[in-house]
């Protein structure tokens, strides 16, 4: 069974502009977590979609929004970009059956602000 | 406010020692907890474990959970090289799958 999968892996934007991350979960998996790794904060949650609706959502600004896709594919969006931003992106895909809540992480999209 | 406390926060250690690595919790409504090793690349799950006091294996990495005092160890025996990563507790909360992460715990093991 194939795993995540993440595009683009490496994008370099300057400030200012928006950017869009995607992914694809595990087949059959409903729920996309999207996350934002950097060394001083860590892994912080971003936003989690199932079924297309977004289930939850962490204290990112509203510049980050995301959505989901009737297949479960799902994207992020973030505008107005900041040299803040600059981080790893990870998104995770889980069943999200009863008491299953393992989540597998694609490889990352790393993004550079300048 | 929910949050996940690792320790130690950073570790070097010799090829077939023995490491304990901590986590601690305080979520509302806790369903389980997850251990990931994170080397250069995404993490990759290790266990989850969601009952206390069964412990969970697998080769030389075990991890038991305590919901009463409200941590996790997980322990790594005989250590080599390739086991040297971030090693990342999170907790799932409430009922939508939200993971809250820990700040990880980087292990080194030299030769």
């Known amino acids: 069974k194939a795993g995540v999968t993440q595009t683009p892996r490496y994008l370099i934007k300057t400030r200012g502009q928006q950017v869009t991350l995607s992914c694809s979960p595990i087949s059959g998996h409903r729920s996309v977590s999207w996350y934002q790794q950097t060394p001083g904060q860590g892994l912080q949650f971003l936003f989690e979609?199932?079924?297309?609706?977004?289930?939850n959502k962490g204290n990112f600004p509203g510049r980050f929004s995301g959505r989901q896709f009737s297949n479960s594919r799902s994207e992020m969006n973030v505008s107005t970009l900041e040299l803040g931003d600059s981080a790893l992106y990870l998104c995770?895909?889980?069943?999200?059956?009863?008491?299953?809540?393992?989540?597998?992480f694609g490889p990352g999209t790393r993004l550079t602000v300048t | 406010e929910d949050k996940v406390v690792q320790s130690p926060l950073s570790l070097v250690v010799h090829e077939g020692d023995t490491v304990t690595l901590n986590c601690s919790y305080e979520?509302?409504?806790?369903?389980?907890l997850l251990w990931y090793k994170q080397e250069k690349k995404a993490p990759t799950f290790l266990f989850m474990l969601?009952?206390?006091?069964i412990e969970k294996k697998s080769g030389r990495l075990s991890s038991i959970l305590d919901k009463k005092e409200l941590f996790s160890i997980l322990n790594i025996t005989a250590t080599q090289t390739g086991d040297s990563a971030v090693y990342l507790c999170a907790v799932v909360s409430g009922n939508t799958g939200k993971l809250i992460f820990g700040q990880g715990t980087t292990l080194q093991v030299k030769p």
């Open positions: 979520v509302t409504n806790f369903r389980s």
């Open positions: 969601t009952s206390s006091g």
């Open positions: 979609y199932f079924s297309e609706t977004q289930r």
């Open positions: 995770a895909s889980s069943l999200v059956g009863t008491g299953t809540y393992e989540q597998y």
